[in-house]
Antibody
Framework: EVQLVQSGAEVKKPGESLKISCKTS????????IAWVRQTPGKGLEWMAM????????RYSPSFQGQVSISADRSLSAAYLQWGSLKASDTAIYYC????????????WGQGTLVTVSS | QSALTQPASVSGSPGQSITISCTAT?????????VSWYQQHPGKAPKLIIY???KRPSGLSNRFSGSKSGNTASLTISGLQAEDEADYFC??????????FGGGTKLTVL
């Protein structure tokens, strides 16, 4: 069974750094793109970025380019999303999701990580 | 502003059929042939229910179907059931390995 399990909820202050994880199992991690998606009450779902663990190729939405960075560790079958300096507006639920090998959709999804940024 | 526009809410009674539309407002989504739909229950992760406009993942109920006409994709749920009450999001490939989501539609089963 393909599974994506994300790290737990985080509470941070503005300006702090953060790295959240998405640990995968049940498939060949290197051969599938992993996407990160943000969900906020006001803006719904937003596609942020994607990484191909096989060669660490990355793609970013223009809205998130320079604001976050993504990475992958093939030895741990895990993908990561990180911030260098959090803002209150980064408060959201963040999901990782696997792109199908020959499809343009995302399945399955991780359970989500709630990130709260507040002073 | 999303390049995909969905109605904020739709409703229907058990047993009825409902349709949720997803209209592309930008040419960024190309031919709009790579639309997927996701169901999200409160507090849960989104779940893929339709991909490439009309295809259903293995094991998914055939009460869910997708279609497209011009720049509008649609999700139809027939034989509405209480457990169908959820948020539904459309998503389209926008080229160069980027994607865009619609704003989401809240389905209420009366």
């Amino acid at each position: 069974e393909v599974q994506l399990v994300q790290s737990g909820a985080e509470v941070k202050k503005p300006g702090e750094s953060l790295k959240i994880s998405c640990k995968t199992s049940g498939y060949s991690f290197s051969n599938y793109w992993i996407a990160w998606v943000r969900q906020t009450p006001g803006k719904g779902l937003e596609w942020m970025a994607m990484i191909y663990p096989g060669d660490s190729d990355t793609r970013y939405s223009p809205s998130f380019q320079g604001q976050v960075s993504i990475s992958a560790d093939r030895s741990l079958s895990a993908a990561y999303l990180q911030w260098g300096s959090l803002k209150a507006s980064d408060t959201a639920i963040y999901y990782c999701a696997r792109r199908g090998s020959s499809s343009f959709s995302f399945d399955p999804w991780g359970q989500g990580t709630l990130v709260t940024v507040s002073s | 502003q999303s390049a995909l526009t969905q109605p904020a809410s739709v409703s229907g009674s058990p047993g009825q059929s409902i349709t949720i539309s997803c209209t592309a407002t930008s040419s960024d989504v190309g031919s709009f042939d790579l639309v997927s739909w996701y169901q999200q229950h409160p507090g849960k992760a989104p779940k893929l229910i339709i991909y490439e406009v009309t295809k259903r993942p293995s094991g998914l109920s055939n009460r869910f179907s997708g279609s497209k006409s011009g720049n509008t994709a649609s999700l139809t749920i027939s034989g509405l059931q209480a457990e169908d009450e959820a948020d539904y999001f459309c998503c389209s490939y926008a080229g160069t390995n980027t994607w865009v989501f619609g704003g989401g539609t809240k389905l209420t089963v009366l």
